[in-house]
């Protein structure tokens, strides 16, 4: 099994940075790719990055696009979220995956949460305006 835990979250004014760590661990075929998701209250669960171990490709959703960074360290599964210039609808619950089949990601899936199958618990970000 595979234990996904993420850190970081936490108050930050409108404008401002927050940095999510998150480490995946455990007895598994290999993690080969990790990502990042969030959910708003009342609102569904949505991708908004993630990073292939497979000469660090990366993918952003179109509304973080140039505010945040993914990176990471494959040989640890450690992933991070860059957030910067964050803004009041930024503000959410975010959870860290990893998923194991590569070809899920190539096949440009990987804004599914259906396509990763290791979640952490998540952890809060709040944006004041």
């Known amino acids: 099994q595979v234990q996904v835990v993420e850190s970081g979250g936490g108050l930050v004014q409108a404008g401002g940075s927050l940095r999510l760590s998150c480490v995946a661990s455990?007895?598994?075929?290999?993690?080969?790719?990790m990502g990042w998701f969030r959910q708003a209250p009342g609102k569904e669960r949505e991708f908004v990055a993630t990073i292939s171990w497979r000469g660090g490709s990366t993918n952003y959703a179109d509304s973080v696009q140039g505010r945040f960074t993914i990176s990471g360290d494959s040989a640890k599964n450690t992933v991070y979220l860059q957030m910067d210039s964050l803004r009041p609808d930024d503000a959410a619950v975010y959870y860290c995956?990893?998923?194991?089949?590569?070809?899920?990601?190539?096949?440009?899936?990987?804004?599914?949460?259906?396509?990763?199958?290791?979640w952490g618990q998540g952890t809060q970000v709040t944006v004041s305006s």
């Open positions: 455990g007895r598994s075929s290999p993690i080969t790719y």
């Open positions: 995956a990893a998923g194991r089949n590569l070809e899920r990601w190539y096949s440009a899936s990987y804004y599914l949460s259906t396509m990763y199958d290791f």
